[in-house]
């Protein structure tokens, strides 16, 4: 099984200031057929369900804000949030669907400072 | 629009069985893979089950593989989830998610307690 690990357990960041979350997989996620990482990142807020963020380790979904962006290849990534506003707080989820079975990682709260 | 709706939770006893539904409309259901996901109280998100467009092929976590079956109804564009010899383990919130993960239900929750 491929094991997501994520770091921060959580953390509190200032208004407008960025917030950066960590995903470490224990195998590679990158396809080497299509050069895809298979890589999603997620948004949870209490009493919701997980709403996608970003895809391909780096795809914004529609509708996200641009505030919102993925980065990394292989096994390490990133979300970066570059100007926490109040309605980011959150639990943020990162997941490979490389193989089965999918995994997700632990999770990241964030917090206002 | 794409809207997903599970039901069949509730409270059932150790050792009982359940069967969730996930009622699908907005898109065309037959041509998706679907997931369930759960999440037990306070806890991160688990992955548990898929099943393809089709219904011919399944996969399971090892934490429920043999004791709970996957199973899609395309005519009823309907998704199942037939679980049994439940754990308090398995209390939580189950939610069916389309396969290209843009899509999720609003859960329902599970609990199995005497």
């Known amino acids: 099984d491929i094991v997501m690990t994520q770091s921060p357990d959580s953390l509190a960041v200032s208004l407008g200031e960025r917030a950066t979350i960590n995903c470490k997989s224990s195998?590679?996620?990158?396809?080497?057929?299509?050069?895809?990482?298979?890589l999603a990142w997620y948004q949870q807020k209490p009493g919701q369900p997980p709403n996608l963020l970003i895809y391909w380790a780096s795809a914004r979904e529609a509708g996200v804000p641009d505030r919102f962006s993925g980065s990394g290849s292989g096994t390490d990534f990133t979300l970066t949030i570059s100007s926490l506003q109040a309605e980011d707080v959150a639990v943020y989820y990162c997941?490979?669907?490389?193989?089965?079975?999918?995994?997700f990682g632990g999770g990241t709260k964030v917090e206002i400072k | 629009e794409v809207q997903l709706l599970e039901s069949g939770g509730g409270l059932v006893q150790p050792g009982g069985s359940l069967r969730l539904s996930c009622a699908a409309s907005?898109?065309?259901?037959?041509?998706?893979?679907m997931h369930w996901v759960r999440q037990a109280p306070g806890k991160g998100l688990e992955w548990v089950s898929g099943?393809?467009?089709?219904?011919?092929?399944?996969y399971y976590a090892d934490s429920v593989k043999g004791r709970f079956t996957i199973s899609r109804d395309n005519s009823k564009n309907a998704l199942y989830l037939q679980m049994s010899s439940l754990r308090a383990e398995d209390t939580a919130v189950y939610y069916c998610?389309?396969?290209?993960?843009?899509?999720w239900g609003q859960g329902t929750l599970v609990t199995v307690s005497s």
């Open positions: 998610a389309k396969a290209d993960w843009r899509y």
């Open positions: 907005g898109f065309t259901f037959s041509s998706y893979d």
């Open positions: 195998q590679s996620v990158l396809y080497s057929s299509n050069n895809q990482n298979y």
């Open positions: 997941q490979q669907y490389f193989g089965i079975p999918l995994t």
């Open positions: 099943i393809s467009s089709s219904g011919g092929n399944t």
